[in-house]
Every structure is written in structure tokens, then in C-alpha cells.
Nanobody, 115 residues
């Protein structure tokens, strides 16, 4: 059974930063890829960034240069450093992991960007 637990969300002012964490049950090295998705009210869930077991990263165009995904295999955790946040970044952020051919999801963490 795969469990993913996100943390680090909250309320931040425009231009501010947040770091999200996703702690997995067991070794994250077994996952083909892990990543972050987000879903804003009334919108579809979209990819933010992902990282493969080999460390290759991929970002949605609107996040490039502002967000950084990373992983710490020793802590079985991935992170999403978010800088220069905008009100449009307001959403629930979900952690995801792919094991063989199945995708697992965390429960999500709310990020609100507002003055």
C-alpha cells in the first residue's frame, strides 16, 4: 500500500514563497516517477512538475523558473519549492507517485495566494 502525505501549504502573499513536502510510505526509489499536480476551483487537475527515479525533471510552462521539484531518497520525501507566487497559483496541490502502471495520490494541501 502506498501512502503519500503532503504538508507545507498555507496562505501567502503575492510574491511570496512556500515549500511543499510529500512524505511517502516506504522507499521512493521504487517509484518510476513522482510529482506535483494542482487543481483550482472549477478547473481540471494539472501537472505542476514531476521527477523521475533517475532525477530528470519536467515542469509545466507557467511554473518554469518559479518552482523547483526535488527529492530526498534518504527521507522518502519530495519537495516543491514555490517562489514568486501569484494569485493564479491558488489551488489544492496533490502529490503523486507512479508504481509500475498505477498512479497514487495524496490527500492534497491547500495553497492560497492572496493579499
Amino acid at each position: 500500500q502506498v501512502q503519500l502525505v503532503e504538508s507545507g501549504g498555507g496562505l501567502v502573499q503575492p510574491g511570496g514563497s512556500l515549500r511543499l513536502s510529500c512524505a511517502a510510505s516506504g522507499s521512493i526509489s521504487r517509484f518510476r516517477a513522482m510529482g506535483w499536480y494542482r487543481q483550482a476551483p472549477g478547473k481540471q487537475r494539472e501537472l505542476v512538475a514531476d521527477i523521475t527515479s533517475g532525477g530528470n525533471t519536467n515542469y509545466a510552462d507557467s511554473m518554469k523558473g518559479r518552482f523547483t521539484i526535488s527529492r530526498d531518497n534518504a527521507k522518502n520525501t519530495i519537495y516543491l519549492q514555490m517562489n514568486s507566487l501569484k494569485p493564479d497559483d491558488t489551488a489544492i496541490y496533490y502529490c503523486s507517485a507512479v508504481l509500475i502502471d498505477r498512479r497514487y495520490w495524496g490527500q492534497g494541501t491547500q495553497v492560497t495566494v492572496s493579499s
